[in-house]
């Protein structure tokens, strides 16, 4: 059975940092694409990142390009982190790792993409 765990969510401030980490069981997760998702008040579920297992491309929306980072754990094959710099108030949402039953040639940006889910953990970014 898959299971992913999203961690590392906290209260930070404007123009703070957190790292997220997603750790799976039951899956390789470097042998996967792997995406994060965020969800805010009121608001659909956006893509935020992705990374491509057929050649470890990473993609990202706009408006975090350039202050976030996906990657893997050096040596654990299940655990993903999303670097999160320069958080500004508009980041605040739960953030979802996720991952599909199988890979493509690209990670999709849309959430119909993927098949596990975390349960979330909560960003909140206010002064």
């Known amino acids: 059975q898959v299971q992913l765990v999203e961690s590392g969510g906290d209260l930070v401030q404007p123009g703070g940092s957190l790292r997220l980490s997603c750790a799976a069981s039951?899956?390789?997760?470097?042998?996967?694409?792997v995406g994060w998702f965020r969800q805010a008040p009121g608001k659909e579920r956006e893509w935020v990142s992705c990374r491509s297992n057929a050649d470890g491309s990473t993609y990202y929306t706009n408006s975090v390009k350039g202050r976030f980072t996906i990657s893997r754990h050096n040596t654990k094959n299940t655990v993903v982190y999303l670097q999160m710099n320069r958080l500004e108030p508009e980041d605040t949402a739960v953030y979802y790792c996720?991952?599909?039953?199988?890979?493509?040639?690209?990670?999709?940006?849309?959430?119909?993409?993927?098949?596990?889910w975390g349960q979330g953990t909560q960003v909140t970014v206010s002064s």
């Open positions: 996720a991952t599909p039953r199988r890979s493509t040639y690209r990670c999709s940006k849309a959430p119909s993409g993927y098949n596990y």
């Open positions: 039951g899956v390789t997760l470097a042998n996967y694409d």
